[in-house]
């Protein structure tokens, strides 16, 4: 099975097929510390893996559900420290150079602030929000965030996000009308998900005219 066609690297099944478990703790901790997968399926790979460990999608076997629920969090917390770490080392010296229009030291100490005065709730909500728990992670470590605070957030987002949404996968895979309509209800999961970044793009764009006015 394939969503309604969608390229390799972006079906979730395709990583469940291809690489079991491993591939999808691996897809897991990359988008949420690797700038590089940010392109990753994150919330369509939990939901899948919750199907298919209540039998969802036939032809496929992954872990127990209990499995499921103690490794898939770890993953995403690790990834989130060491997106962490990155962001800590490497963000000065990519924010520092003087001749690049992308990266500026003054978006770091807007960051900063950011961070400082909402930065659990960033943290904590970012991780239901794709691209922008890749990016967040990242930024966190640049902008020097009280790494206790941060570590605290990350680990009950973690939770919530990879549990609750495999959760989510398990319970409604034991619906028959989900089981007869998977493609359709994964589609569903991804679109959802993008829904903030839309309206987050909308916003900017909003905001970017009044300025220009």
């Known amino acids: 099975m394939s969503i309604l066609a969608a390229p390799a690297i ?3 099944t395709f990583y469940l097929n291809t690489f079991g478990l491993i591939g999808v703790l691996l897809v897991i901790f990359a988008e949420c510390g690797l700038l590089v997968g940010f392109f990753l399926p994150g919330d369509s790979l939990l939901f899948s893996a919750g199907l298919v460990a209540a039998g969802g999608i036939a032809g496929i076997s992954l872990a127990p559900l209990w499995v499921l629920l103690l490794l898939l969090p ?5 990834g989130n420290l060491v997106g962490y770490w990155i962001g800590l ?5 990519v924010f520092n150079r003087p001749d690049s229009r ?9 960051a900063h602030t950011f961070f400082e005065r909402n930065g659990s709730r960033t943290i904590l909500l970012a991780r239901f929000v794709p691209i922008v ?4 992670t990242v930024m966190a470590g640049a902008s020097r965030m009280n790494f206790r605070r941060y570590a605290l957030y990350s680990v009950i987002g973690g939770i ?3 549990a609750g949404v495999t959760l989510l996968g398990y319970w409604l895979g034991q619906v028959r009308l989900v089981r007869d309509h998977l493609e359709i209800f994964i589609l569903a999961v991804v679109v959802v998900s993008l829904i903030p970044v839309g309206l987050e793009f909308l916003r900017t764009r909003r905001q970017s005219r009044t300025d220009l006015a």
């Open 74 to 78: 770890i993953a995403a917390i690790a």
């Open 160 to 162: 919530v996000w990879a």
């Open 133 to 136: 728990r890749t990016f967040a």
């Open 102 to 110: 992308l990266f500026r030291a003054e978006y770091v100490d807007r």
């Open 10 to 12: 972006l079906d979730a």
């Open 89 to 93: 080392r490497a963000g000065p010296a």
